[in-house]
């Protein structure tokens, strides 16, 4: 009934007015706040968009079961406070291409938008909030996926990976040459062997460079010595596998690399969400599922609840994540980002973020650097996404050099599960502050991250109940402001009136464990 703001992201590629040129992209941009009618309407915004309403009232829009059907778009601007919906058309000729000729663009499409598509239509969310911690905890899209395909689950296992390219494999203190070879990853095998960490990714780089054929393996890379060595560890291996190398032989692939003992495939550059792109994501998670394999979804929209169906795919990206840090320029804004999507993106499920980094940056001091990233905002802040953010497979992005410097986060970030059995939004406000806690077996996680602004907050503990109760808590140190390394690490009774006293410095966070006792 009125020009209500709004939050909502334009696809980031493309030229205003050609929708053609905008329906290749990542899904990822930072949000745009602004009056209904001030979007543009020769600009696609992609799903979830987040309207504010008087009273504290929001209203989340986005999607769900999305199944051989293309993806939702919307479009606003003109005179009314009106959002209209656009999809992209079915490909009717395609062209390789892209990222090192890994992806499928469209040279031309048909005029309607799906065909034979003998299932039920998406449903459309519109999701209203009392309050905005209600949505950075809501599983309704989770509930609209269609009901578990899979008869055995029980080789499905979440868990958090050491990662190799967000670090550009920049290791230190060792007796190697770092980078794409047996050497490399043998030492992050160790490192994720001495921490309980699950898995290892290959990103790219194990492949043969634009060939778009993951049967060629580059030659300062063994594969089955890898696997042999990670097995013997306790570690598992996924390999990263641009979109079209992995399509072109699908099955092939996925059965060649099964049987040599990797568990999955991190998948990336679909950048499409047509009812081609939407067919492709689903006929891979249940192939994926036929030979045991987990699946991680990059350069994809966002989720709709498939993992519902298919509880192999345990990770998407559709996030704007920490990557950029690695190219934003100075003045781009990761930190007030992160107080946002949890109410808006992670609405729509798992998205693989990609936090943990130890080097840390006060808002002066980012920059910048591709082969040594650095985060914006506090220490704490990167512990307390691990609360914050739902992430069945969780990265740590930077280099086990690194990592072994700072024991205390390494041993938090290691112990922290990646799937819980109860979640509680806290308090929070869109793009200002946001707390919560999650439960796993008998532990309690807490976390909670704000903006820009220094802020003391009050933490309500009272769902733990009765009883004595141990927290051990991470929270900005004092000189955070200036030093954005600077945290404190204290184990403590919690309170006995369950309300917990914490400080945020600015980009600042915290986290916490906490344990009956």
């Known amino acids: 009934p009125a020009d209500y703001p709004m939050y909502a992201s334009y696809v980031k590629r493309g030229d205003d007015g050609d929708f053609e040129s905008q329906y290749i992209n990542s899904f990822e941009n930072t949000y745009e706040y602004e009056s209904i009618t001030k979007f543009k309407s020769s600009r696609l915004l992609f799903l979830p968009v987040l309207v504010e ?28 406070p009106v959002l209209t919906s656009h999809f992209a058309p079915v490909p009717k000729t395609t062209v390789q291409g892209g990222h090192n000729m890994l992806q499928k663009f469209v040279t031309s499409r048909e005029e309607y938008i799906a065909r034979d598509a003998n299932a039920q239509l998406p449903w459309r969310v519109i999701a209203v909030a009392g309050n905005d911690a209600e949505l950075a905890a809501s599983d309704i899209v989770f509930r609209l996926g269609k009901p578990l395909r899979i008869a055995d689950t029980s080789w499905i296992k979440p868990g958090k990976v050491a990662w190799d390219w967000w670090n550009a494999w920049n290791l230190y203190g060792v007796d190697f040459r770092a980078g794409i ?76 690399y ?76 990761q930190v007030t980002y992160d107080v946002q999507i949890p109410f808006i993106r992670q609405f729509a499920g798992p998205m693989d973020y990609t936090q943990g980094a130890m080097r840390n940056a006060i808002k002066k001091n980012y920059n910048p650097v591709n082969s040594e990233p650095m985060s914006q905002g506090t220490r704490c802040r990167q512990l307390a996404m691990y609360v914050i953010f739902d992430s069945p497979l969780n990265m740590l992005c930077d280099n086990p050099s690194n990592y072994k410097r700072e024991p205390e986060c390494t041993a938090f970030i290691a112990r922290i599960p990646t799937v819980w059995d109860e979640t509680l939004g806290l308090d929070g406000k869109v793009g200002e502050y946001i707390t919560m806690a999650r439960r796993s077996g008998d532990e309690w996680y807490v976390g909670g991250l704000t903006n820009w602004d220094k802020r003391d907050i009050i933490v309500d503990l009272s769902f733990l109940g009765e009883g004595f109760y141990e927290i051990e808590l991470f929270k900005d140190g004092i000189n955070a402001d200036r030093a954005a390394c600077d945290y404190k690490r204290v184990v403590m009774p919690v309170p006995e009136d369950r309300q917990l006293k914490v400080t945020l410095f600015p980009g600042g966070g915290f986290a916490g464990r906490i344990e009956r006792r």
Not at 311 to 324: H, K, S
Request: charged share 25%.
């Open 53 to 80: 309403l008087p009273h504290g009232m929001k209203v989340c829009i986005t999607e769900a079961d999305l199944d051989n059907y293309p993806g939702m778009y919307l479009v606003g601007g003109g005179d009314t």
């Open 258 to 333: 099964a049987d040599m003992g990797i568990k999955g495939f991190k998948v990336d550059f679909m950048d499409r969400d047509d009812q081609e792109m939407v067919r492709f994501i689903n006929e891979a998670s249940e192939l994926c599922a036929r030979y045991n394999m987990l699946v991680d979804f990059h350069g994809m929209y966002k989720p709709t609840g498939a993992q519902r169906t298919w509880p192999n795919v345990i990770n998407y990206e559709g996030v704007n994540g920490l990557e950029q840090l690695k190219w934003s320029p100075k003045g781009y804004d």
């Open 181 to 256: 070879n047996n050497g490399t990853y043998k030492y992050y095998i160790d490192f994720a062997a001495e921490n309980g960490i699950e898995y290892v990714i290959l990103d790219e780089g194990w492949a043969v460079n634009k060939k778009a054929d993951l049967m060629q393996v580059v030659p300062e890379i063994d594969l089955p010595e890898l696997v042999t060595y990670a097995d013997g560890k306790n570690v598992g291996l996924i390999l990263w596998a641009g979109y079209w190398a992995f399509h072109r032989d699908m099955e092939n692939v996925v059965k060649h």
